[in-house]
């Protein structure tokens, strides 16, 4: 017997509840939850030999449709509890802030910032089609961890700001997408709410995924969105957060996770694993099974061989594939796997994304394109983020706005009151 299958047992732990409700799952052999607080899971919390056996086992648990879509109305209870939004908050007023238009080569740019909770303020850019036409769709992109702001110049490369985030955001705009991009709790112009530190806490993950949500709200509520049409895309930490948007916002017609979708990887920062969302007593969910979720939507699944997305080919993606195939939906699931290229979302990986969103939402890739066919980024305009800041001498922060995260904490515990 080999090493996987004495971890692995023919054996599952099953609670089976009354009719009517759903099945909990948990594999067997997974490290010991602790005995006080919740079941975290940090980082590398399997081995990628044990990833690969979960998702084995939960081919074997899941046979059908029925037995899966059970198991998948209970993981996402289980996330929703796990990050502390269980009740989901209530929607209060957006009270969106936009200003400062630019105009570039078929699209423009604005600053942006709404209240996902109020006095919290989301801030980001709004990347905008020219000219105007009917209702478009609409990407919110998500961005991933990038090194501390030192000092101001350092912002030029940094998250939202970074000359591959514009890029993404610029192209799919000259697509014909409208585009709006987010900074994370503590990044970007959420430095000067919250400062750089809130970003380490597991207070990230709960405000990342409701920032996600109400983001989607702010798209809808513009006259030139097509709220049927709206995708998510992010790399890493954003991937982290695009497929979690995808699994809990039905809303969300297509995803584009990037370098993030791991069997054995769960994220290494709080905004990914600081709260219980992965496991409990009766749920267990990898990364790649919460992708799974997005099931039949379309998805782009991207991944490299240097980081944790090295197995996708064979592990993650055909498990993900089988869970669409349930749904009658494999076609609607696809992978790219850049084996020799690193941890980011570059030229190939946006490259992917843009053909992939242009088949699924019918735009224009001919405007990012060059006459071999190849993607052409030179009439993209990458600005300084001086020019993209929401904050500045002229537009202040707004005196109610709340400036530590455990106010910001308090004010979305009430709303669930």
Not at 62 to 85: K, M, N, T, V
Not at 98 to 103: D, E, L, Q
Not at 247 to 276: K, Q, T, W
Not at 340 to 347: A, I, K, R, V
Request: overall charge negative.
């Amino acid at each position: 017997m080999t090493p996987l299958l004495r971890w692995l047992p023919l054996v599952f732990v099953v609670s089976v509840t009354a009719p009517g409700q759903t099945t909990g799952w948990v594999p067997p052999g997974l490290p010991p939850a602790p005995e006080a607080g919740p079941a975290l899971t940090p980082g590398t919390f399997l081995t990628q030999e044990q990833g690969r056996a979960v998702l084995d086992a939960a081919r074997n648990r899941f046979p059908d449709l029925p037995s899966w879509d059970a198991y998948a109305r209970h993981l996402r209870i289980r996330i929703q509890e796990g990050a502390g939004l269980s009740p989901w908050p209530r929607r209060t007023r957006l009270a969106p802030i936009i200003h400062s238009r630019r105009v570039y080569d078929g699209y423009s740019v604005e600053n942006v910032a709404f209240e996902s909770v109020p006095g919290y303020l989301v801030t980001g850019n709004l990347y905008r089609p020219l000219p105007d036409g009917p209702p478009r769709p609409a990407v919110l992109a998500t961005h991933g961890h990038t090194r501390r702001i030192e000092n101001p110049g350092d912002y030029d490369n940094h998250a939202r700001f970074s000359p591959s985030m514009q890029a993404r955001c610029a192209g799919l705009a000259r697509m014909g997408a409208v585009v709006l991009s987010i900074d994370m709790l503590g990044y970007g112009d959420s430095i000067a709410l919250v400062g750089q530190d809130a970003h380490r806490q597991p207070l990230s993950l709960t405000l990342h995924i409701w920032n996600a949500m109400r983001a989607v709200d702010f798209l809808i509520s513009l006259d030139d969105v097509d709220p049927r049409r709206i995708a998510v895309t992010g790399e890493s930490g954003g991937g982290t957060q695009a497929f979690l948007l995808a699994a809990l916002d039905e809303r969300i017609a297509a995803s584009v996770p990037v370098v993030m979708v791991s069997a054995h990887f769960f994220g290494g920062c709080p905004c990914e694993s600081g709260r219980p969302i992965h496991r409990s007593a009766d749920h267990f969910a990898s990364n790649a099974m919460i992708a799974a979720l997005a099931a039949p939507r379309p998805q782009l699944v991207v991944s490299v061989g240097t980081d944790w997305t090295l197995n996708t080919p064979e592990v993650e993606y055909p498990f993900i594939r089988d869970i669409y195939a349930l749904h009658g939906a494999a076609d609607h699931v696809e992978n790219v796997h850049l084996a020799d290229e690193g941890h980011d979302y570059g030229p190939s990986k946006r490259a992917a994304a843009f053909r992939f969103l242009a088949k699924v939402f019918n735009l224009d890739l001919g405007a990012v394109q060059a006459a071999d066919g190849s993607i052409d980024e030179s009439r993209l305009t990458i600005e300084r983020a001086t020019a993209m800041h929401v904050f500045d001498d002229h537009h202040p922060i707004p005196a109610h706005a709340l400036r530590d995260t455990a106010a910001v904490g308090q004010v979305l515990s009430d709303l669930q009151r």
